[in-house]
């Protein structure tokens, strides 16, 4: 006979803490526990970013055929062998073809896709059409459903601002090729031209 669960009462719905660590609890039959790390604020942060995409997904229609139907057994089987899955809590590496930003693509019928998208809408069932998938783990090769996330454009904006991903300017930037001093020395040499 198993003993009753003890529920922390001060944790929010789903975010269980269990041998020192918290982890979110699924509401999909079985349930996945996804783990959040063992510092309160930050699996309370985490837990509150995938509890939204946890509703907004509930709330999506449910996905048309992505392919022409009675191919999606033989779909699924080509996608899934394209994704190396070494454990359920490691990002699940695209293996085959990639954008420049190395986001993993597919061919469909339709035309390609984006594998991370594709691969959330195979584990939900339901469609991501018109919004935006998150990386939660941050690699853009990744295609664990438990690291992704359905959300909106602000959201992934806020996402890369956060974890420092997003384009600086001035001589931060990778790309910028003249630096303060050489910047000035060049205006300068422009505002004499110009006066001559």
Partial sequence: MSRPRVVDPELPPRLRRKGGAYYYVTKTRPAKWIPLGSDRGEALQLYTKIAAADELSAALPKRQAVVAPGRDGEMERRFWSKVDRPSPDACWLWTASTTKSGYGQFGLERGVVRAHRLALELATGKSVEGHVVRHLCDNT?????????IGTH???????????????????????????????????????????
């Fill in 154 to 196: 602000t959201e992934n904006v806020a996402d890369r601002v956060e974890r420092g991903r997003s384009s600086t300017r001035g001589k931060s930037n990778k790309a910028v090729k003249l630096t303060g001093r050489i910047f000035n020395e060049a205006r300068a040499r422009a505002l004499r031209k110009r006066k001559a």
């Fill in 141 to 149: 090769a990744c295609c664990n459903p438990a690291h992704l996330a």
